[in-house]
């Protein structure tokens, strides 16, 4: 078989296979089961392979790589313009094994199981604190209904699971020399370094400001006969990273106070110029970019004299 590119639409219990040559002729299309793919795999020689960013994606990632496979992860919105006829596992296979042979296509890194393990405790975290807001204002609810006010406060389990989720997240941070060298950043603490380094592979951006981009704090851009326009952030990427970013540049302007140093003196001069909220975005903007300059540089944060 002179298959060189295939796609494969993932699934829970079935996966759809569509392989072409070099001449972009079809070769190889089937289903089969979650137990097989794998030994389907091992049966076919090295091969571009594509899949869709979603859940499992960097797992089968992974195991093909092993296999000696060209393993490649894709985001569903660059797959979707490839996609022919209707919405099936057969069309998505196709579109998936068309999308991964374009030369300017956008591939997600693989992660580690390290690396999913340490986003794992961060959404697990994230969800206690949904739990926890929703628990409260429950209750807080149903006891006003029998005229039962409780002073303000959130003292339950839920607490205690997100103070563990914490200690971990803490003990990361100590154990990783990455995630240290980026706690020296104003506004960035255990909980973005060890996001951040989980998250983001460097390498992949060619400087800070496409990552600034990829985490959407940059604005959104409208050009059309030579007028640039320029709007609101785009808020596109990854919400929780963005969240934490913008999160510890609020606690770095809230603790500003009579700070002289170079970055405290251009903060208070942009809440003057442009108002708080664009100073916190412009921040974190800013912290992102220092994050990427960091991580490639391998150097810590230095404070700069106004």
């Known amino acids: 078989m002179n298959m060189t590119t295939l796609g494969i639409d993932l699934a829970k219990t079935t996966f759809s296979l569509h392989g072409v040559d070099q001449h972009g002729q079809v070769c190889l299309r089937k289903t089969v089961s979650r137990k097989k793919l794998l030994s389907t795999l091992a049966n076919l020689p090295p091969c571009l392979i594509g899949m869709e960013a979603c859940s499992g994606a960097h797992y089968w990632a992974r ?16 797959v ?31 992660k580690s199981t390290e690396q999913q393990a340490v986003l794992s405790l961060h959404r ?27 002073p303000k406060g959130r ?11 914490d200690r971990r997240l803490s003990a990361l941070a100590r154990q ?3 995630a240290r060298r980026l706690m020296t950043i104003p506004g960035v603490g255990e909980q973005v370094s060890t996001a951040i380094v989980a998250a983001i ?81 412009a921040l974190a903007a800013r912290n992102a970019r220092l994050i990427w300059t960091l991580m490639i540089k391998q150097e810590e944060y230095r404070v700069m004299p106004a």
């Open 176 to 178: 990783s020399a990455q």
């Open 155 to 165: 003292y339950q389990s839920t607490c205690k699971q997100v103070l563990e989720a």
């Open 80 to 110: 979707l313009p490839y996609r022919k006829g209707g919405k099936n596992d057969n069309n998505d296979a196709a579109a998936i094994c068309e999308a991964v042979a374009r030369p300017d296509m956008r591939f997600v890194p693989i």
């Open 201 to 281: 592979d460097p390498r992949q951006f060619t400087n800070g400001r496409p990552l600034a981009a990829w985490l959407g704090l940059a604005p959104r851009q409208y050009t059309t006969g030579g007028h640039i326009r320029l709007g609101r952030i785009t808020k596109q990427g990854d919400k929780y990273l963005r969240m934490c970013l913008i999160h510890g540049a609020r606690a770095v302007i809230a603790n500003l106070r009579d700070k002289q140093d170079k970055t405290s003196c251009w903060l208070r001069t942009l809440i003057t110029r442009r108002g708080y909220k664009r100073a916190i975005v």
């Open 63 to 78: 195991e093909i790589g092993n296999l000696g496979h060209d393993a490649r992860i894709m985001a569903p919105k660059f």
């Open 124 to 150: 697990v975290r994230q969800g206690l604190i949904r739990q926890r807001t929703g628990l409260v204002n429950q209750l807080r609810g149903l006891l006003t209904e029998f005229g039962l006010i409780i």
